[in-house]
C-alpha cells in the first residue's frame, strides 16, 4: 500500500507580508509620493493645515456655532430660497440661458452708451418698431403679469385664512 506524501505549507505570516509591502511601497510609488509632499507642503505654507489643526481642537465649539447660524431665520430663508432658485434653473431651457448669459454683456454695455442722452418719446417709439424689442417687451410683461398673479393669489389665501 502506497504510503501518503506529507504536504507541509509554510506558515504564512500576515504581519510579515504587510511588512514586505511597507518597505517595498515608497520605491513603487515614489511619484505620488512626492506629489503627495508636495499638496502637504503647500497646505502647511497656505496656513490650511494649521487651520484644520485647530478646528480639530476646538470642532464641539465650531459645530456649536455652525448650529446656531443654521438656526437663524435669515439662513432658513437663504437656504430655501436657493433651493427655489434651483427649481427655477431646472424649469429653465439653457439654450435661453445661455443667450441670456451671453446678451446681458452687450446690453449693459449698450446701456452705459445711451446713458449719456436720456432717450426721447420718439426714440421710444422708434424702439417699439424694432421686433427683437416687442419680443421681449411681451415676454417681460408675461413675467410681470405672471408675478402679478402670483401675490394675489398668495394674498386672497392669505385673506381666507
Do not use: W
Not at 5 to 11: A, C, G, S, V
Not at 42 to 51: F, K, R, T
Request: aromatic share 2%.
Amino acid at each position: 500500500m502506497a504510503k501518503p506524501i506529507l504536504l507541509e505549507l509554510p506558515t504564512r505570516d500576515p504581519r510579515e507580508e504587510l511588512r514586505s509591502r511597507l518597505q517595498s511601497a515608497p520605491l513603487d510609488n515614489a511619484e505620488a509620493l512626492l506629489a503627495g509632499y508636495a499638496v502637504l507642503k503647500g497646505l502647511h505654507d497656505s496656513g490650511v493645515l494649521e487651520l484644520l489643526q485647530g478646528l480639530l481642537g476646538s470642532g464641539s465649539k465650531v459645530l456649536e456655532i455652525a448650529v446656531g447660524e443654521a438656526q437663524r431665520p435669515e439662513s432658513v430663508q437663504a437656504v430655501r430660497n436657493l433651493l427655489v432658485i434651483g427649481k427655477i434653473l431646472t424649469e429653465l431651457d439653457p439654450a435661453l440661458l445661455n443667450g441670456f448669459a451671453k446678451a446681458l454683456p452687450q446690453a449693459v454695455q449698450e446701456a452705459k452708451e445711451q446713458q449719456k442722452d436720456s432717450p426721447g418719446v420718439l426714440d421710444l417709439l422708434k424702439l417699439l418698431r424694432n421686433e427683437d424689442m416687442r419680443r421681449g417687451l411681451v415676454m417681460m410683461s408675461s413675467l410681470l403679469e405672471a408675478c402679478a398673479r402670483s401675490i394675489s393669489h398668495e394674498a386672497h389665501s392669505e385673506s381666507k385664512q
